[in-house]
């Protein structure tokens, strides 16, 4: 790696999860719909919309595939041609360089100073910045394999080729594109099962120091992370509240690759102590972690949308069936992206990402994002009732729910006799 580009990388390295103050964020909407009013006004609407369905579709796509050629990675040794590239991972120089120029054009990678007025695959050097770099494998916050299980040829991509079909029918999207459904998908592949775990952590890296700050996680001394995949939130409870202790529940097979890649990580192995891992089906409550009695949380991220609502129902059943006989030390944390949009436009990309998100629950899961009513009604339905929903600066919130008594939940009692 030359001194140059190790010096120009580093600024890009440093964790970039951190949101600001939520009064920050609040003027920066307010400008940011200011300019929003600006581009509507001066771009022709017909121009506008084209872009809109060509553009958003094509950098989609680009983003996807610089991240499966491991561009960004390679740029860590510095700024380097199409040609070098090409090279390198074994492309043609000429196609390379027009995805990298597009990609440039909308402020992922950048094109060095030097080379800007002669521009080919031969003598334009790209670098990377604060974008790209987030497509490195060793980033701190990488999201390219959240890019790679959420628009990845073997997970989603060719199922939006079906979304009008989907519309019309209300057909499982995932399966008449691929087969069968997703979760049996990643069962029977484990290259498949292994992107959308690292995905999941990859999630993290989005905005989990602000899910992390945004709550008060500290009013608890045990935490239950369901389906909570390689565990790098609850590493991170566990890391921030000394005194607590957890368990990581997810399949055989996650638990197994888990336990793997905490005896690699010396800052996991340092909470060996603390953590315990179980293996089993969220849907059968006797294959679920025993209740302790002390006060503790359970936790789903970002689970409960993947699933329609019977199945959700189904599952925050079997997990209240599995609060006994400690309920009332339980407390059900779901941490969600909770729909807010009243459907008029909006400037802040959190609306986006969640309305986004719902759309791609529909193909890949037949699932949903929820608002509050929805989540309400679910949750009544499970043997729980909402206490509040907790924004944070991030996609996401926390559901936040207590057990009923279960003598008064049939849903409850339906679920352990299905079981």
Known sequence: MNRKGADVDRRYMRDKSQVPPK??????????????????????????????????YTLSEVVRTAAALGIADKLAQGPMTAEALADDIGADPE???????FATVHGIFKISRASRRQQGPATT???????SACLREDHPNSQK???????????????WQELEWG??????????????????????????????????????????NTILQDYAWGKYAHYVDIAGAYGSFIAELLKANPKSTGVLFDQSQVIHRARKVWQEDASRLALAGRISFVAGDFFKPETLPCAQSKKTAWILRQICHDWPDEETVR??????AAMEPHPQECTLCLVEAVITSKGEPTADVRDRARTASDLHMMIQHDGKERDALQWADIL?????????????????????????????SMAVMDATQAA
């Open 23 to 56: 009064p920050v964020v609040r003027l920066g909407l307010a400008i940011l719909r200011g300019v929003n009013w600006i581009q509507n006004s001066i771009v022709p609407a017909p121009m506008r919309i084209a872009d809109l369905s060509f553009g958003g």
């Open 380 to 408: 009544s339905k499970a043997g729980f009732k909402l206490t509040k929903i907790v924004s944070t600066r991030s996609v996401f919130s926390i559901v936040e729910a207590s057990p009923v008594p279960i003598t008064s």
């Open 125 to 131: 050097l790209f670098a990377n910045n604060a974008l």
């Open 95 to 101: 196609r390379l360089f027009r995805l990298m120029r």
């Open 167 to 208: 519309i019309r029918t209300k057909g499982r999207i995932f399966e008449k594109v691929y087969g069968e459904a997703f979760f049996e998908r990643c069962a029977n592949d484990m290259a498949i099962e292994d992107t959308y775990s690292k995905g999941m952590s990859a999630l993290d890296h989005t905005c989990g």
């Open 145 to 159: 394999h959240l890019i790679l299980a959420v628009v990845g040829k073997q997970h989603l991509s060719a199922g």
């Open 315 to 320: 599952i925050l059943s079997s997990i209240r």
